[in-house]
């Protein structure tokens, strides 16, 4: 006996294929479609655009890799203070923080200024020359400077040496 309902079968055949090619879709590209949704909906000004503008063409992309270590970005100067003057400098004190997690201690750079902000020189303090642990995670670092009588003002800025 022949179906009674041939279109309705065909129709349903159609929808079934559909439906079908959609889920393919979606499960090969559920990661992308979550993190799209997940960054619209949670307004994320720092999420990867993954759109171009008309007369783009595809070379015009290009990528800034971080590297895999010692990367300056994930480091932290907080909490500086100084402390009353002594017969071989000023105590200089802050927390140096590791928000990554494969950085090693990093050289630390001292910029000396006089009171217009001109800086007058540089002091760099590499990482054997101040006592830290073994893990780089939180460390209060303490650096002694003898200021020349022009300068008053500094600043402490990590930074990786350039590997030769």
């Given at each position: 006996?022949?179906?009674?309902?041939?279109?309705?079968?065909?129709?349903?055949?159609?929808?079934?294929?559909?439906?079908?090619?959609?889920?393919?879709?979606?499960?090969?590209?559920?990661?992308?479609?979550?993190?799209?949704?997940?960054?619209t909906?949670?307004?994320?000004?720092?999420?990867?655009?993954?759109?171009?503008?008309?007369?783009?063409?595809?070379?015009?992309?290009?990528?800034?890799?971080?590297?895999?270590?010692?990367?300056?970005?994930?480091?932290?100067?907080?909490?500086?203070?100084?402390?009353?003057?002594?017969?071989?400098?000023?105590?200089?004190?802050?927390?140096?923080?590791?928000?990554?997690?494969?950085?090693?201690?990093?050289?630390?750079?001292?910029?000396?200024?006089?009171?217009?902000?001109?800086?007058?020189?540089?002091?760099?303090?590499?990482?054997?020359?101040?006592?830290?642990?073994?893990?780089?995670e939180?460390?209060?670092?303490?650096?002694?400077?003898?200021?020349?009588?022009?300068?008053?003002?500094?600043?402490?800025?990590?930074?990786?040496p350039?590997?030769?």
């Amino acid at each position: 006996m022949k179906s009674d309902f041939p279109l309705l079968k065909k129709i349903l055949y159609f929808v079934l294929s559909i439906l079908f090619i959609v889920g393919i879709f979606v499960y090969n590209y559920r990661f992308e479609i979550v993190d799209n949704v997940a960054d619209t909906l949670g307004n994320n000004p720092l999420a990867v655009k993954r759109t171009m503008a008309d007369g783009d063409v595809v070379t015009n992309f290009h990528y800034n890799l971080r590297p895999e270590r010692n990367d300056i970005g994930f480091i932290r100067v907080t909490n500086l203070r100084t402390g009353p003057p002594g017969s071989t400098g000023i105590p200089v004190n802050f927390l140096l923080t590791n928000e990554g997690d494969s950085n090693d201690f990093p050289s630390i750079r001292l910029v000396m200024q006089t009171r217009a902000g001109r800086q007058t020189r540089e002091i760099i303090i590499g990482p054997r020359e101040y006592v830290h642990a073994e893990k780089f995670e939180k460390q209060t670092v303490e650096i002694m400077v003898s200021p020349r009588s022009e300068e008053f003002n500094f600043t402490v800025q990590p930074f990786y040496p350039p590997k030769l």
